[in-house]
């Protein structure tokens, strides 16, 4: 268990949905239709079959153009990869829409996000049963503030993570009344806001073992108060487990609002990012551009020229070479298996 699950339930996850590809980085594995002369499988090929026999990584990746609109038509002869700055030979690109998807649901019920809670789970269960295929994709619903609670397992069942999430509406503390911060008890966080012990939790306990893309969605206020742990250690905990990080920054405007920049430093390096409504009435305009994103990606797949086993970290780029004024959001790099 990992740190930030100390002293709760050992089942207690986070809300943060991951988005990865089976099999992982590090995983030893090689799609059939894949040239070992590198010629790269076409989008539209047959479906890939596993061999165990060379060590791949898995990049997903999304594509938009200046005015922020998803690019759909990039072919492999558009995309390089780089890692550690060297280019590397891909073996399968694809676009990438149906692979099962593994979300965790983190909701912030600190007191700063208390007066926006109900809009805001409203609009998440409406996501949920957007989002969710049955048989296909699941779900876990955490809630959390100095401390995080499961509210639902995994489940590919809808109606009990609408329910769930009802469930934080109702319980959640009333808003605070002032500028003042909540009290904290003495010997507990209980009114404070632990997003990065949350999202190594989610990570670590609940989606590591998972395959397929995994996702954590955070619904948060950015404001973190009461973690053991670092950002950086929230971060790098994603990028071992290649999990995509996405949140909804959402809270009260009559307090202190969103931190974006702090959600943008958390997202941004495992591939994700952060959707900042204006107003709470956009909730479900931003429910409806992450799901976009979630079915905008593309798959591309190398084995990496420097197969050392030495547990360090290797940064990847994807870089699109044939088209100007394109941005591509993915992981910043993965940890090689060790010794």
């Given at each position: 268990?990992?740190?930030?699950?100390?002293?709760?339930?050992?089942?207690?996850?986070?809300?943060?949905?991951?988005?990865?590809?089976?099999?992982?980085?590090?995983?030893?594995?090689?799609?059939?239709?894949?040239?070992?002369?590198?010629?790269?499988?076409?989008?539209?090929?047959?479906?890939?079959?596993?061999?165990?026999?060379?060590?791949?990584?898995?990049?997903?990746?999304?594509?938009?153009?200046?005015?922020?609109?998803?690019?759909?038509?990039?072919?492999?002869?558009?995309?390089?990869?780089?890692?550690?700055?060297?280019?590397?030979?891909?073996?399968?690109?694809?676009?990438?829409?149906?692979?099962?998807?593994?979300?965790?649901?983190?909701?912030?019920?600190?007191?700063?996000?208390?007066?926006?809670?109900?809009?805001?789970?409203?609009?998440?269960?409406?996501?949920?049963?957007?989002?969710?295929?049955?048989?296909?994709?699941?779900?876990?619903?955490?809630?959390?503030?100095?401390?995080?609670?499961?509210?639902?397992?995994?489940?590919?069942?809808?109606?009990?993570?609408?329910?769930?999430?009802?469930?934080?509406?109702?319980?959640?503390?009333?808003?605070?009344?002032?500028?003042?911060?909540?009290?904290?008890?003495?010997?507990?966080?209980?009114?404070?806001?632990?997003?990065?012990?949350?999202?190594?939790?989610?990570?670590?306990?609940?989606?590591?073992?998972?395959?397929?893309?995994?996702?954590?969605?955070?619904?948060?206020?950015?404001?973190?108060?009461?973690?053991?742990?670092?950002?950086?250690?929230?971060?790098?905990?994603?990028?071992?487990?290649?999990?995509?990080?996405?949140?909804?920054?959402?809270?009260?405007?009559?307090?202190?609002?969103?931190?974006?920049?702090?959600?943008?430093?958390?997202?941004?390096?495992?591939?994700?990012r952060a959707f900042v409504p204006k107003y709470v009435e956009d909730l479900d305009e931003a429910f409806q551009q992450l799901e976009r994103e979630l079915r905008q990606q593309y798959l591309v797949a190398y084995e990496?020229?420097?197969?050392?086993?030495?547990?360090?970290?290797?940064?990847?780029?994807?870089?699109?070479?044939?088209?100007?004024?394109?941005?591509?959001?993915?992981?910043?790099?993965?940890?090689?298996?060790?010794?």
């Amino acid at each position: 268990m990992s740190r930030a699950c100390r002293g709760l339930v050992p089942s207690l996850v986070i809300i943060l949905i991951a988005l990865s590809p089976t099999p992982s980085g590090g995983a030893k594995a090689q799609q059939k239709g894949q040239s070992r002369e590198g010629r790269p499988q076409s989008q539209e090929g047959p479906e890939p079959a596993i061999r165990l026999d060379t060590q791949l990584v898995n990049v997903l990746f999304s594509a938009t153009d200046k005015q922020n609109r998803y690019v759909n038509d990039l072919t492999a002869s558009d995309v390089k990869v780089l890692e550690d700055g060297k280019p590397q030979e891909i073996f399968t690109f694809k676009r990438e829409s149906d692979l099962p998807l593994t979300m965790a649901i983190l909701v912030d019920v600190s007191y700063s996000v208390a007066s926006v809670l109900p809009q805001l789970t409203d609009a998440g269960a409406r996501f949920v049963n957007s989002i969710i295929r049955p048989n296909k994709d699941k779900a876990a619903v955490v809630e959390f503030e100095g401390e995080a609670t499961l509210v639902r397992d995994l489940t590919a069942n809808a109606a009990l993570l609408r329910r769930g999430l009802a469930e934080i509406a109702r319980n959640a503390p009333p808003p605070r009344t002032s500028r003042m911060p909540p009290p904290i008890m003495t010997g507990s966080r209980k009114g404070g806001t632990s997003i990065f012990d949350s999202v190594i939790a989610a990570c670590a306990d609940l989606l590591a073992k998972e395959v397929g893309r995994k996702t954590i969605i955070l619904f948060t206020d950015g404001y973190d108060t009461t973690s053991f742990t670092d950002r950086s250690e929230a971060v790098e905990e994603a990028l071992r487990a290649e999990v995509i990080v996405y949140a909804i920054g959402i809270g009260d405007p009559d307090v202190d609002g969103v931190d974006r920049k702090a959600l943008d430093k958390l997202c941004e390096p495992t591939g994700g990012r952060a959707f900042v409504p204006k107003y709470v009435e956009d909730l479900d305009e931003a429910f409806q551009q992450l799901e976009r994103e979630l079915r905008q990606q593309y798959l591309v797949a190398y084995e990496p020229a420097n197969t050392a086993a030495d547990g360090k970290f290797r940064k990847i780029e994807v870089r699109i070479s044939n088209r100007k004024d394109i941005r591509v959001r993915h992981r910043r790099g993965y940890y090689a298996p060790g010794t």
